[in-house]
């Protein structure tokens, strides 16, 4: 098992800036992959950005392409999203996820399982 802690969701106006951390631990055999989805009230949760460890690579949806940032520090099994020139649809439950790969099909960011969430951030930014 996997456990995901995340922190640092807050409230905010439109244009200001939040960092996300999410802390992982267990058992990180599988894990290739760890990043950030969001669900805002009525809609379905999408994938925002996700790191994968085996192709250092990240992936990003569209909709925050040049204002959001993931990074990882490998030492602390700790992901990071650095969100920037935060909008009002950006309001959201942010959920941290860890799975066996990720990247995008479609355009829409995945992760392959199995997979472990985070219990959530709320983000909220006000206009």
């Known amino acids: 098992q996997v456990q995901l802690a995340e922190s640092g969701g807050g409230s905010v106006q439109a244009g200001g800036s939040l960092r996300l951390s999410c802390a992982a631990s267990?058992?990180?055999?599988?894990?290739?992959?760890m990043g950030w989805f969001r669900q805002a009230p009525g809609k379905e949760r999408e994938g925002v950005a996700v790191?994968?460890?085996?192709?250092?690579?990240?992936y990003y949806a569209d909709s925050v392409k040049g204002r959001f940032t993931i990074f990882r520090d490998a030492a602390k099994n700790t992901v990071y999203l650095v969100t920037n020139n935060l909008k009002p649809e950006d309001t959201a439950m942010y959920y941290c996820?860890?799975?066996?790969?990720?990247?995008?099909?479609?355009?829409?960011?995945?992760?392959?399982?199995?997979?472990?969430w985070g219990q959530g951030t709320q983000v909220t930014v006000s206009s």
């Open positions: 267990g058992n990180m055999g599988s894990v290739n992959c």
């Open positions: 996820v860890a799975g066996t790969f990720c990247g995008t099909v479609d355009g829409t960011v995945v992760v392959g399982p199995p997979k472990y």
């Open positions: 790191f994968s460890n085996g192709y250092r690579s990240t």
